[in-house]
């Protein structure tokens, strides 16, 4: 795998326990993010090195930087539709351009626009941002928020093919960790390595929440 893996003990000590954070691996020419679908359409972008086939270009698509986040919305690939799990290095600026055209999905007072603007903002918008609750290797609940993005329309068409350097299937490694987690075994699991991630533009890390 072109992942770099560090233990996860090893990680938890550095990793902030609270507020909003892209906890992600990446460089200054790509972040790594994750997805799960049925063999099928994982399949195929491996072996392609794009998503297509049965891979839907008119649904949104949803993509999570955070590797523990995406282990518990799939229970480690264990659910259904969701055995094959991918790691797609994504080019650094494709991930900014996401971010810079996203909406929350829910309105908050905060924001610095009616409930009107925002409604009619989510109506056009191809990108969409949400922030949840982050979660341990055992699915338990954190303060610390976790953000997955939406993509639809002319998003999800570039990050099928254009947006995306490599695709690697990693539903083995997955397996592999899992039975750590399963006997209760932390001090052998091992997961990518992953820091916080900052962009450079203030006005951006302003409205993500991120600092």
Same mark, same amino acid.
């Given at each position: 795998?072109?992942?770099?893996?560090?233990?996860?003990?090893?990680?938890?000590?550095?990793?902030?326990?609270?507020?909003?954070?892209?906890?992600?691996? #990446? !460089?200054?020419?790509?972040?790594?993010? +994750?997805?799960?679908?049925?063999? =099928?359409?994982?399949?195929?972008? @491996?072996?392609? &090195?794009?998503?297509?086939?049965?891979?839907?270009?008119?649904?949104?698509?949803?993509?999570?930087?955070?590797?523990?986040?995406?282990?518990?919305?799939?229970?480690?690939?264990?659910?259904?539709?969701?055995?094959?799990?991918?790691?797609?290095?994504?080019?650094?600026?494709?991930?900014?351009?996401?971010?810079?055209?996203?909406?929350?999905?829910? #309105? !908050?007072?905060?924001?610095?626009?009616? +409930?009107?603007?925002?409604?009619? =903002?989510?109506?056009?918008?191809? @990108?969409?941002? &949400?922030?949840?609750?982050?979660?341990?290797?055992?699915?338990?609940?954190?303060?610390?928020?976790?953000?997955?993005?939406?993509?639809?329309?002319?998003?999800?068409?570039?990050?099928?093919?254009?947006?995306?350097?490599?695709?690697?299937?990693?539903?083995?490694?997955?397996?592999?960790?899992?039975?750590?987690?399963?006997?209760?075994?932390?001090?052998?699991?091992?997961?990518?390595?992953?820091?916080?991630?900052?962009?450079?533009? =203030?006005?951006?890390?302003?409205?993500?929440?991120?600092?």
């Amino acid at each position: 795998m072109k992942i770099e893996l560090k233990k996860y003990n090893e990680q938890i000590v550095e990793w902030p326990d609270k507020g909003h954070h892209i906890m992600a691996q #990446y !460089d200054d020419k790509e972040i790594i993010v +994750y997805q799960s679908y049925r063999k =099928e359409i994982g399949e195929f972008a @491996v072996k392609n &090195q794009f998503f297509g086939g049965e891979f839907s270009l008119t649904r949104m698509t949803w993509i999570k930087p955070n590797f523990l986040w995406m282990m518990y919305r799939n229970g480690w690939g264990t659910k259904e539709g969701q055995e094959i799990v991918l790691a797609i290095h994504l080019k650094i600026e494709a991930f900014q351009k996401y971010l810079q055209n996203a909406v929350y999905s829910s #309105y !908050d007072t905060s924001f610095e626009l009616s +409930y009107e603007e925002w409604k009619s =903002e989510v109506k056009t918008s191809s @990108v969409r941002l &949400q922030w949840d609750p982050d979660h341990n290797p055992y699915g338990e609940k954190l303060e610390r928020r976790a953000v997955q993005i939406g993509l639809r329309d002319d998003f999800i068409k570039s990050f099928a093919k254009e947006d995306i350097l490599k695709i690697e299937d990693i539903s083995e490694f997955v397996k592999e960790q899992y039975e750590f987690v399963q006997n209760r075994q932390l001090e052998n699991l091992v997961v990518p390595f992953e820091k916080p991630f900052l962009f450079a533009d =203030e006005v951006l890390n302003r409205k993500l929440k991120i600092s």
